[in-house]
């Protein structure tokens, strides 16, 4: 798990790639200082596992899947990465709770300054915008960001000049791809009313039925 507080700005230094997967090395210098392997490292959010390192880079294996799912496709060497190491349990939650597990990609469409902020609108798919909701956390490229602005095609965040300094962001350009991580409440709660429909689908609505529910 992961807090969306991404701790240093890496460098792609090597991609190997594979048929549909890739193996991939970043340079990297604070998430490197107590890395073990099979450690979790945060890579624009997505969570891959430490398979190799120096004292100055980490290799980590990316299957198939998440080079479909993910923009991980995208990079090339030199381009630079948010990356984070998991979550201690002693450490304070500055973000939200984060998986690293990405639920799918949005394309950036506009930058916008106003004052000390910038504005950052981005589209997505609808699969992807029902768990978005206004004021709601969302993790763009393993940020940590609160959602100031949603509607049926898209959702806009803030960006602060200290995330700005910190992060790829405000690095990126219209037509970039990110990853994207919803907020894990909306989820299980969409599963379990799900199974809860099913369930009563199936029952007539009656006078017992309302009584086991509450209503008279």
Aim: glycine content about 8%.
């Amino acid at each position: 798990m992961f807090t969306g507080i991404v701790e240093e700005i890496g460098i792609i230094k090597g991609i190997n790639r594979g048929t549909k997967s890739a193996s991939i090395t970043i340079e990297a210098k604070k998430v490197l200082e107590d890395v073990k392997l099979g450690d979790s490292i945060a890579t624009n959010g997505v969570c891959l596992t430490v398979t190799n390192f120096t004292s100055s880079s980490f290799t980590v294996d990316v299957m198939p899947e998440t080079m479909r799912r993910s923009s991980l496709n995208n990079l090339s060497i030199g381009s630079k990465v948010n990356l984070e190491r998991a979550l201690r349990l002693s450490d304070r939650l500055g973000g939200h709770i984060v998986s690293g597990h990405i639920d799918g990609t949005g394309m950036i469409k506009e930058f916008k300054k106003e004052d000390n902020a910038v504005w950052i609108s981005m589209e997505a798919e609808e699969e992807v915008l029902k768990y978005i909701i206004h004021k709601g956390s969302i993790a763009i490229d393993g940020v940590s960001l609160t959602v100031a602005y949603v509607d049926k095609n898209m959702f806009k965040v803030s960006i602060i000049p200290h995330t700005g300094e910190e992060t790829t962001l405000l690095s990126k350009k219209t037509g970039d791809r990110v990853n994207l991580e919803c907020d894990l409440i909306g989820k299980y709660v969409e599963k379990l009313i799900g199974f809860n429909v099913k369930e009563e689908s199936k029952t007539t609505l009656d006078l017992n039925f309302l009584s086991q529910h509450g209503f008279c």
